[in-house]
């Protein structure tokens, strides 16, 4: 929806400054959402629950045998 575009841009702002900063509200939502989804995958109860699920098995070493 363009709307919000136009009522900045109505307000004075040029069309296209007003679409650059809707654009990096948008870019800006998109990377804060792959960051929570990393904070979550990375969380060591969601490791602990993927090793389990995918019987994953370890060396003494570390190595997954």
Do not use: C, K
Request: proline share 2%.
């Amino acid at each position: 929806d363009l709307q919000p575009v136009y009522a900045l841009a109505a307000e004075g702002e040029d069309l296209e400054e007003a679409i650059i900063e809707v654009s990096r509200d948008a870019m800006r939502w998109i990377y804060r959402q792959l960051e929570r989804e990393h904070d979550y995958m990375m969380a060591d109860e969601q490791i602990d629950e993927s090793i389990r699920s995918n019987e994953y098995e370890f060396t003494e070493e570390g190595a997954r045998a």
